[in-house]
Nanobody, 126 residues
Framework: QVQLVESGGGLVQAGGSLRLSCAAS????????MGWFRQAPVKDREFVAA????????KYAGSVKGRFTISRDNAKNTVYLLMSGLKPEDTAVYYC???????????????????WGQGTQVTVSS
């Protein structure tokens, strides 16, 4: 079992930056591929970014590529999402997710993840 707790959300003006954190506890964090997803009102949850278990390989949704950076610190059992150049359309609840794996892959599909956090709200004002 892995427990995930997101933090760092808030209200920011367009063009600003935020860093989200996701602290993991429970089973070995370094054995988990991690991802960030987001869900805006009346929209489906969508993929934002993913990172493999050793932090070497990352993947981004086209809408955030070049503005967001995913990273992880396995010594701190934490994954981060640094968001810059924020736009009003980035407003959503952001969720981190974990998938236990022995491989080197990252995952972009919701169904591939085993554990989810409770989410943190990000609101970008215009």
């Amino acid at each position: 079992q892995v427990q995930l707790v997101e933090s760092g959300g808030g209200l920011v003006q367009a063009g600003g930056s935020l860093r989200l954190s996701c602290a993991a506890s429970g089973r070995t964090f370094s054995s988990a591929a991690m991802g960030w997803f987001r869900q805006a009102p009346v929209k489906d949850r969508e993929f934002v970014a993913a990172i493999n278990r050793n932090g070497v390989t990352t993947k981004y949704a086209g809408s955030v590529k070049g503005r967001f950076t995913i990273s992880r610190d396995n010594a701190k059992n934490t994954v981060y999402l640094l968001m810059s150049g924020l736009k009003p359309e980035d407003t959503a609840v952001y969720y981190c997710a974990a998938r236990e794996t022995s491989g080197r892959s990252y995952y972009t599909r919701l169904a591939m993840y085993d554990y989810w956090g409770q989410g943190t709200q990000v609101t970008v004002s215009s």
